[in-house]
Nanobody, 122 residues
Framework: QVQLVESGGGLVQPGGSLKLSCAAS?????????MSWYRQAPGKERELVAT???????NYADSVKGRFAISRDNAKNTVYLQMNSLKPEDTAVYYC???????????????WGQGTQVTVSS
């Protein structure tokens, strides 16, 4: 299976920046398709923050447009989320999500990262 390892979360003041990383490891057996970031705040449903396709097309939640940027490095099988102008409302556990195709069988599965905490507070 694909293993997703997230990093980059932490505590930051309002207006600050953080960059999250999610590295996919599969022994080079899988090809990564769509890669996304979700987040879940206390008492709230998990919501989609941003998605990037294999070809580089991106989509963002309205709440983060103009502040967040998703990118990917296909050679490293890694997706990033650059977060700028952070607000207290951005506080949540952020989860990486990928759709991956098995190179041999061409079957597609979905995988979740373990989550990384982002806290925006003074």
């Amino acid at each position: 299976q694909v293993q997703l390892v997230e990093s980059g979360g932490g505590l930051v003041q309002p207006g600050g920046s953080l960059k999250l990383s999610c590295a996919a490891s599969s022994g080079n057996i899988f090809s990564m398709n769509d890669m996304s970031w979700y987040r879940q705040a206390p008492g709230k449903e998990r919501e989609l923050v941003a998605t990037i396709t294999k070809g580089g097309s991106t989509n963002y939640a309205d709440s983060v447009k103009g502040r967040f940027a998703i990118s990917r490095d296909n050679a490293k099988n890694t997706v990033y989320l650059q977060m700028n102008s952070l607000k207290p409302e951005d506080t949540a556990v952020y989860y990486c999500h990928v759709r991956a195709m098995h190179i041999v069988t061409r079957t597609i599965g979905t995988y979740w990262g373990q989550g990384t905490q982002v806290t925006v507070s003074s």
